[in-house]
């Protein structure tokens, strides 16, 4: 019979057409079958079918037990979207199937084929084949026929149609990972030329857009039944969470969980004689849901972890499905996460070791400039500590989920403890971080009324502890903390609710709606263009999750509906993941082939370009060092502490001196003073005209604020109440920390 029209498949079908183009050979399958009914007399333990329109016939495999006896009919329905497409009656007695006329109850393991007629094949719309991800399902219901209880339901069945389609790409999967690595990698190179303003900028838009990649990978994480174009969309990012199928090294978990007291899953091995069933959304047609019958046995080690039908079939779901759909025994998949976020720990710090080795030998070969990458160069462990501590801040939202997931399954005690270390040993180092943060910026505003004095003016603390606030501006330093609660929160819903996928529906709903009023409101990011680039991430993750819970069914939504939702959220995010991408990509070339790539960007307003080193000043900074060190008589620079780990600097007496603007302090107020006054009167002639309403420069830094261009007054860099001393015709004594010469007389020279 022909088919009525299909609008809403036919919506899509040009989009289907051009971004997946048709195969050479058509072919619908179907590998599980599931019962649809309570006391179904016939079930299924295995079930392939393969149907290529080519030769006109379907390939059966199946294993199933049948209680039903006499004659029968098929009455079968054929669902694409919820909407029906299909609906025919099938006599097996007249399509002489073998074994179902009469039917016998017992046991049906033989494979067989099932001619189809060319009237049947012409019945299916083209798109059935091309369209990626269908969601078509088969149901079937065998009716009785003879006897008292002619027309009596006995058996349902049902089956989902795949079309070997799908948006889960490997390609997509490698693009999305290679453009966040690169562009990561970009903004360590930039920034070890000296350009650390464009640095800062690829960093953080490359970070957010890998927690925009983690954030749709939790999304399908969760337990909620998904349709399938979202199951694969959300597969395509599962990568970043650390779920990567290498085969040889699921080997070696396997032997790693059997050697220390655990007991691996089998499921994979058993395909082929078990079918596996993808929960799948519940249906608004007067059925009763597939997973009717459900018990758990977790004492079988094939169905640890799923949970196993009264037939013998098995379904799995959340995050079980994910570690399915990715090849990997759901008991591995814990450990597969924590080796991967281990292995991608140990190639960052080889990399920064071996360009640090490439540097040095480069410069011996003369075939670098010795002043390349210096600075890199000199404090390279400090850049490694600040690169693993950035690489933690990345792991955290998988190692939050994993391994809290982990203590709900116990996959063996060696597990537990790996659980137990990892997820304590970052939460408390992550923590020790922010603290750390919170105190340097504290301690700045404190001596210097300004928190981006020290936090961007010590190049140790820079790039030791840089990865948690150089995204934000000065002022939200404490931002950081916001984050890492709402990424473990938001990882214990996904863990902890594996069985309610509702309540994470509801949950993940309040959790993105803060994260949106929260960035929308405080826009703790560094300038305008990276706000609106975290708030659009924010935006995207709340609608998301309003998506979530329409899939969870409690409104009763037709089965079209839920497809319609399910298509506008692959191409709604799809559309804004390559917008991202597009974004990310641009600027970083914009910025790798730019002369100078920190003019591309504006300066910020909390004065942090005022404190940090960059290329951009290197010629003036570099006059102004050569004035300090001729100064002080020697052809060297001093070279600057710790400032956050400075606690006895800060209280000493000299310092104290200096605080109280005494101008014999030490050796800073006499030698460097000189050369401070002098930068201070260069960075006066730089500076753009004054604002003729407030009557001040623009994005001028605190400690300048109201001094004159060609005033010799010091600033002295433990605050604004520094020495203040006039220094015309003060000479400074050559010993250095030793008494002053005698203080000049007050007045003009």
């Not at 979202?230 to 990567?244: A, L, N």
């Not at 007067?286 to 094939?302: F, I």
């Not at 098995?314 to 924590?338: P, S």
């Not at 004054?690 to 001028?700: K, L, M, N």
Request: glycine share 6%.
């Amino acid at each position: 019979m022909r088919l009525p029209s299909l609008n809403p498949l036919l919506l899509v079908s040009s989009l289907a057409t051009v971004v997946f183009p048709t195969s050479a050979e058509y072919v619908l399958r179907s590998s599980s079958l599931a019962s649809c009914q309570e006391n179904s007399g016939f079930t299924a333990s295995l079930f392939d079918v393969v149907f290529t329109p080519d030769n006109l016939t379907a390939s059966v495999n199946m294993i199933a037990t049948s209680s039903i006896e006499g004659h029968v009919i098929f009455d079968i329905s054929i669902f694409a979207y919820g909407y029906p497409i299909i609906k025919t009656q099938l006599d097996p007695c007249n399509a002489n199937l073998p074994g179902l006329c009469p039917m016998t109850s017992g046991k049906m393991s033989n494979p067989f084929n099932l001619p189809v007629t060319r009237d049947a094949i012409a019945s299916i719309p083209s798109i059935a084949y091309t369209f990626p991800d269908l969601d078509a399902t088969v149901q079937v219901f065998i009716n009785r026929t003879d006897g008292d209880r002619a027309g009596e339901s006995v058996a349902c069945l049902e089956a989902n149609i795949s079309n070997g389609m799908t948006v889960d790409l490997i390609g997509v999967k490698w693009a999305s990972a290679g453009v966040a690595a690169l562009a990561l990698i970009s903004s360590a190179i930039i920034n070890g030329l000296g350009f650390s303003n464009a640095a800062s900028h690829i960093a953080s838009n490359a970070l957010s857009l890998f927690g925009y990649f983690q954030a749709q990978a939790m999304l399908g994480l969760c337990a909620v039944p998904l349709p399938p174009v979202v199951k694969s969309w959300t597969q395509d990012f599962q990568w970043s969470m650390g779920i990567i199928n290498v085969d040889f090294i699921q080997d070696i978990l396997t032997w790693y969980q059997r050697s220390t007291g655990g007991q691996a899953s089998t499921i994979l091995d058993t395909l082929h004689t078990v079918s596996v069933q993808v929960e799948k959304v519940k249906r608004s047609v007067p059925l009763v849901d597939s997973a009717v019958g459900l018990v758990q046995r977790s004492a079988s080690g094939l169905s640890k972890r799923a949970i196993e039908t009264s037939y013998g079939s098995y379904v799995v779901y959340g995050i079980q499905r994910v570690a399915f759909r990715a090849g990997i025994e759901t008991t591995n998949l814990f450990l597969t996460g924590l080796t991967f976020f281990y292995v991608f720990m140990l190639l960052a710090a080889l990399c920064v070791v071996l360009f640090k080795g490439i540097c040095e030998l480069a410069v011996r070969m003369k075939m670098m400039k010795s002043d390349t990458f210096a600075e890199f160069r000199a404090g390279w462990l400090t850049v490694l500590k600040g690169v693993l501590y950035r690489w933690l801040l990345i792991g955290f939202p998988q190692i939050t989920v994993f391994c809290l997931w982990e203590f709900t399954q116990n996959d063996s005690p060696a597990a537990m403890v790996l659980a137990v270390f990892f997820l304590l040993g970052i939460i408390i180092t992550l923590s020790y971080a922010a603290f750390r943060v919170i105190r340097i910026a504290r301690r700045s505003v404190a001596l210097h009324k300004n928190p981006a004095y020290i936090l961007f003016s010590d190049p140790h603390a820079l790039n030791k502890w840089g990865f948690l606030y150089v995204q934000f501006r000065a002022s939200a330093y404490y931002f950081v903390v916001p984050v890492l609660v709402y990424t473990l929160v938001k990882g214990m819903f996904i863990a902890f609710a594996q069985r309610a996928g509702t309540v994470q529906a509801v949950a993940l709903i309040v959790i993105e709606a803060a994260a949106l009023i929260a960035a929308s409101v405080l826009r703790p990011w560094m300038d305008k263009s990276t706000n609106s680039f975290n708030i659009a991430i924010c935006a995207m993750n709340f609608i998301n999750a309003i998506f979530l819970f329409v899939f969870t069914d409690v409104f009763g939504l037709p089965r079209l509906v839920i497809g319609v939702v399910g298509l506008v959220l692959w191409i709604a995010n799809a559309a804004f993941a390559l917008v991202l991408l597009l974004m990310l990509i641009i600027t970083t070339g914009i910025v790798l082939f730019h002369n100078n790539p920190d003019t591309r960007y504006q300066v910020m307003n909390d004065d942090r370009a005022s404190f940090m080193k960059s290329q951009t000043h290197i010629a003036t900074t570099s006059e102004l060092d050569a004035l300090g060190a001729t100064a002080r008589g020697d052809g060297k620079l001093v070279k600057r502490g710790d400032i956050e780990d400075d606690e006895s600097a800060v209280s000493s007496p000299d310092n104290m001196a200096v605080r109280s603007g005494s101008p014999h302090s030490g050796p800073y107020s006499a030698r460097d003073s000189i050369r401070d006054s002098a930068r201070n009167s260069l960075r006066s002639s730089f500076r753009a005209p004054v604002d003729r309403v407030s009557g001040t420069y623009p994005a001028e830094p605190h400690h300048l604020r109201g001094r004159a261009s060609g005033s010799m007054r010091a600033p002295s860099p433990f605050g604004a109440s520094g020495s203040t001393s006039n220094l015309s015709g003060y000479q400074p004594s050559h010993q250095s920390g030793g008494p002053a010469g005698p203080k000049p007389p007050a007045g003009p020279r």
